[in-house]
């Protein structure tokens, strides 16, 4: 195996991100960066950051949710940020990527965690949530889902032959295309700060092609992970932005089949896909109010 760790001088300014790296080892021996913020005895809130981000997308959002007393965790998936990189896309998995974070949350025992996800986050973190769901409390759901083999969106269809085939493939551009806020050059640099190599993108690269929409070998899992959401009763709160043109209306389908939905002050959040960039406020919002409604 083949790994790539990104240098740490590729992380010497990060606009609005002061915080201080954390790195678990997993029993492959691959090293996973996290953030861990705010008070150790507070209610753990984990947000998971999706494709093509990492960790820094969350910067806002940080300590609006670490003011209100909660202990907030942000990794980096593995290949994204400042995470080892395994080099080769061949090398990336759904399951596997699941099965990394299932470790870390198991390495750090996590217990009474509201987790707060968008986009590949919620992919893999609902997947977490499904296969240990004692140790989540509550969930906050932003332009993301569980797709069970369904016709993928044209929207989606045209981002994913983008990932397989376009010769460039610029991070930080494609964030900023996904967002309605101007992004600053240097937040646009930050965003590319982890893959200086064409390699280093490997992770980035792959992962559109594995969202289980039809035909997929990953839609029994999903299944199995839809059967536990169709009997979870705990708090479970959607915030899908208003101008995401892949997910828009992907609310509808968790209200229908998620009891713990009802009741709850779901909301619609005003911007693009990553809505942690334009509207960080209300999502940090919606977690803490799926945190406390977990108590």
Not at 21 to 48: A, C, I, K, M, N
Not at 211 to 230: H, I, M, Y
Not at 246 to 258: F, N, P, Q, S
Request: charged letters at 20%.
């Amino acid at each position: 195996m083949q790994v790539y760790r990104t240098p740490d001088e590729r992380f010497g300014y990060l606009p609005e991100f002061p915080f201080v790296p954390r790195y678990h080892t997993l029993g492959s021996g691959l090293r996973l960066h996290y953030v861990d913020e705010g008070p150790r005895d507070g209610r753990p809130v984990l947000l998971l950051h999706g494709e093509p981000t990492w960790c820094y997308l969350w910067r806002h959002m940080i300590p609006l949710l670490t003011a209100e007393g909660f202990r907030v965790l942000a990794p980096d998936l593995i290949g994204f940020g400042r995470s080892d990189k395994v080099l080769g896309q061949s090398s990336y998995s759904y399951a596997g990527q699941v099965a990394w974070i299932r470790e870390w949350v198991e390495a750090l025992d996590l217990e009474d965690v509201t987790l707060g996800c968008q986009d590949w986050g919620s992919l893999i973190g609902l997947r977490v949530v499904a296969e240990m769901p004692d140790r989540f409390a509550a969930v906050a759901l932003s332009n993301g889902g569980l797709p069970d083999g369904q016709d993928a969106p044209r929207a989606f269809a045209i981002w994913r032959a983008f990932a397989k085939y376009s010769p460039i493939f610029p991070i930080g551009g494609i964030v900023k295309r996904g967002t309605r806020r101007p992004l600053t050059e240097a937040e646009v640099a930050a965003y590319d700060a982890p893959f200086p190599t064409k390699a280093s993108k490997a992770a980035a690269r792959a992962y559109p092609p594995l969202v289980p929409f039809k035909g997929n070998p990953a839609v029994p899992d999903q299944l199995r992970a839809w059967e536990v959401f169709r009997q979870w009763h705990k708090p479970f709160l959607c915030c899908f932005s208003d101008g995401d043109p892949i997910t828009r209306g992907g609310d509808a389908v968790w209200l229908e089949r998620v009891p713990g939905t009802k009741g709850m002050p779901h909301s619609t959040l005003h911007g693009g896909h990553f809505i942690q960039e334009d509207d960080p406020q209300g999502f940090a919002a919606a977690v803490a109010a799926a945190a406390r409604a977990g108590r």
